[in-house]
């Protein structure tokens, strides 16, 4: 690996990030799904270390999809933690993401406070007491986001690996209806959402193939993980 191609994949923004900046709600401040957030921000780190070339797929048969580590360890420091994990021997999803994912929110909301996207703001309730509340930065990253999903879903535009991957994932979360707002919520929004869940959406080179299968597979576990929780 080139020294540019190590450059541009520590400043290239990770789904993870992009999963936590579309789920935070501006104007609530709060983010959505918080209770099955850790299982998210795991997917969205697993998809990233697929689409890096960082770790492979194994169809185990009746083991179910084992995650093996592959190729060098991950420059990103946000993604070390879970390929050191996966590292020392092949996981399941489930166990990879309830074992790593716990970890990921501090860092990556630091991050994207970092890059502008999200801030601190010094506040003080019932006008006494100070406190701190996070709000939208003026990156415009957010709106961009919601923007590209939105096409997807409501106009039927082609996606990006990037965007497909970031709307099935936060479909799978269970938390699309919430940003009914910005994104209508319907029965053709629902399916499409689905599809691109499922990896359905045209891939034409070998590492987006990688992506679309590891999306299927962590959104299919993120459904399962929802379900759990919610009972």
Request: hydrophobic share 40%; aromatic share 4%; proline share 5%.
């Amino acid at each position: 690996m080139t020294d540019d191609s190590i450059r541009s994949q520590r400043t290239r923004t990770l789904l993870t990030e992009d999963l936590l900046l579309v789920l935070f709600q501006p104007d609530s401040g709060t983010i959505a799904g918080e209770n099955t957030l850790f299982y998210v921000l795991g997917a969205g780190a697993l998809t990233d270390l697929a689409q890096r070339g960082h770790v492979r797929i194994e169809d185990a048969g009746i083991r179910g999809t084992r995650i093996h580590a592959d190729g060098e360890p991950p420059e990103d420091e946000l993604l070390r933690p879970m390929w050191d994990y996966i590292s020392q021997k092949p996981r399941d999803v489930q166990t990879v993401l309830a074992a790593s994912g716990p970890t990921l929110r501090t860092p990556v909301l630091e991050r994207l406070m970092e890059r502008g996207h999200l801030c601190r703001q010094k506040r003080r309730a019932l006008g006494l007491f100070p406190t701190t509340a996070i709000v939208e930065g003026n990156s415009g990253r957010r709106a961009e986001l919601v923007a590209d999903m939105r096409s997807v879903l409501v106009d039927g535009a082609q996606p990006s690996d990037h965007i497909a991957a970031l709307t099935a994932l936060v479909s799978a979360s269970g938390s699309l209806p919430v940003l009914h707002r910005e994104i209508p919520w319907s029965g053709a929004t629902a399916t499409r959402a689905k599809s691109l869940e499922q990896g359905d959406w045209a891939a034409g080179a070998a590492a987006a193939a990688v992506t679309r299968t590891m999306v299927a597979i962590v959104a299919n576990s993120l459904i399962v993980s929802a379900v759990v929780a919610n009972r």
